[in-house]
Each structure stands twice: as C-alpha cells, then as structure tokens.
C-alpha cells in the first residue's frame, strides 16, 4: 500500500470519525430550552435597574437565585445576582455607591455548546419583551449602563482617598489592559504565584505613570498588584513620592475581602492578609528588571 493511499485511508477514518460524532449529538431538551427563553422575562422585570429598590431585589431573588455583594471600601459594593436556567444564566452584576446604583450590566449568558442553537430564540424573546438594546457577544447578550452622575460622586470619594488619576497617554497596545486594571466593574485576584498579564504588560513597557494610576483607581485587586508592582520597580530605580508610598500604605491596609490565591488553593482576605499568607510580602515572584548601568 502506498503512503498516499495511506494517507487518504487515515483521512477518511478521521471524517467518519468526526460524521459519526456530529451524528451521535443530542438533541436539545426542549424543557431546558423553555427555562432558557422564559428566564429572558425575569432579566427584563429587573431593568432598568438603578429604578429598582436594591434591598428589595435581594431579599426577593434571594429565595432561589445567587445573591453575592462584596466591599469595595470607599462606600461602594458590588452586586452579582444569578440564576442558573437550562443551557444559560440569567444575571445582574452591578456596582453599588450609598446604596445607590453606578454601573451594571445584565443579561443572558451561556458558555454551553448548545448556546449557538438557542442564542436566537433568546435574542427574539428580549426583542419581543422590549428589552433595551443589548450587546450580543460570544457567550452572552448584555445589556450595560453607566450612571454618570453617580459614578462621578464615587470617583471623587476614591480620589479623597487614594489622590486623584492623572492624565496619561495609553498606547493602543496597552488599552485592555489599562482598562481591565482600572474599571470599576472589575476585582482582580492577587496571587501568590503567577503576576497578572495586565500588570506585567504596564510593567514591561515601563509604564510606572499607568501604575500609579492604577493604584489609585477603582479595582480593589488591582491596587494591590500596582502597590506590589511600584515597590518592586522602585528598587530598580522607579521614583516614588512620600505621598505616593503613603497611597501604597493605605491600600494594602484596607479592611475589604480580596480574592486570593496560591496555586489551587484560594481565598477570600485582606490585602495585608493574603500577602502574610504568601509569606514572602509579595503578591508573585520578584520580576526579572536588570538596573540601569551607571555612567560615568
């Protein structure tokens, strides 16, 4: 037998290999799909959202959906509230300032193979249900709102606290993660093994400015890894203030529950704490930064 004759025998193993799996797929279970698109009612009940009395929804759905609210410090919690339907969950993730609501986005999310065959009847039933407009995104359709005027008061009350952002010019290879490291929406998780790509990115461009800013910005996690990562950076030469190195003190000390990890093992404490977990004082390994040679 040739080797092209093999070749095409193998190919055609592989390929009704492939038919027999595609044609061995399940149907989908129309009783699931039901709570799919009827779950799409219960997203549209709760919008728009900052109308709603936020006690209220939470002693409501806490009944029989998940009900989580962290402390972000400075006056402000974060919402998550879900419900598990057949192939998706229906959910509400929503920053919270004195009681009153900042920024959210709900929806309907799915990251089920069967998503590409009910996303439609999902996307119809909030059409028909006169949802407002929403995003459709690979494993979701969200619907997001900023309310301006109450995310300036909170902005102002975490500059009071931490000292005001200063203006900066982010390269364009640098947006996401500047934006994932300073929204508000976003808490990230200090780990005790690996650093953060974001944070690498700002620091491998050198970027201390984009750090500081970080620092002083609206993701509790994220403070954390700036603060770390401006102590490492200082020690290779960055320059940091009296007032800056204060802002670093403040916010490793402050009491709001942070998601930490070492490895596989995870929990929930406060900056101070999970780095004394970490033993070392350091959220990740000590990066690599050769010092500027000196010139004579």
Request: proline share 3%; hydrophobic share 40%.
């Amino acid at each position: 037998m040739t080797k092209f004759l093999q070749s095409v025998l193998v190919l055609l193993a592989i390929c009704g290999v492939h038919f027999q799996a595609r044609s061995q797929t399940e149907p989908l279970v129309a009783k699931w799909v039901k709570e799919d698109i009827d779950g799409v009612r219960s997203i549209l009940e709760l919008l728009p959202f900052e109308k709603q009395n936020i006690n209220v929804v939470k002693a409501k759905l806490s009944k029989d959906w998940q009900v989580e609210e962290t402390d972000l410090g400075f006056g402000a919690t974060y919402l998550e509230l879900g419900k598990g339907r057949g192939y998706s969950k229906d959910y509400v993730n929503a920053l919270i300032y004195e009681g009153r609501v900042v920024q959210y986005e709900a929806g309907v999310e799915s990251y089920s193979s069967e998503w590409a065959q009910i996303k439609d009847r999902v996307i119809d039933r909030w059409k028909k249900g006169r949802g407002p407009l929403a995003v459709e995104e690979e494993h979701a359709l969200v619907f997001r709102r900023a309310l301006e005027p109450v995310l300036a008061e909170y902005r102002t009350r975490v500059s009071a606290g931490l000292g005001p952002l200063t203006d900066a010019d982010v390269p364009k290879e640098l947006i996401k993660s500047y934006a994932t490291l300073t929204s508000p929406m976003n808490n990230s998780t200090i780990s005790g093994t690996d650093q953060d790509d974001d944070i690498r990115a700002l620091m491998q461009a050198k970027r201390a400015d984009l750090l500081k800013n970080v620092l002083r910005g609206y993701n509790p996690g994220a403070r954390v890894l700036a603060a770390v990562a401006l102590l490492e950076l200082e020690k290779v030469g960055t320059s940091l203030t009296a007032s800056e190195r204060d802002t670093i003190g403040v916010v490793l000390d402050l009491d709001i529950s942070l998601h930490a990890c070492v490895f596989d093992m995870c929990s929930d404490s406060t900056a101070r704490e999970a780095l004394q977990w970490f033993d070392s004082g350091l959220a990740w390994p000590r990066p690599r930064i050769a010092k500027a040679k000196k010139t004579h």
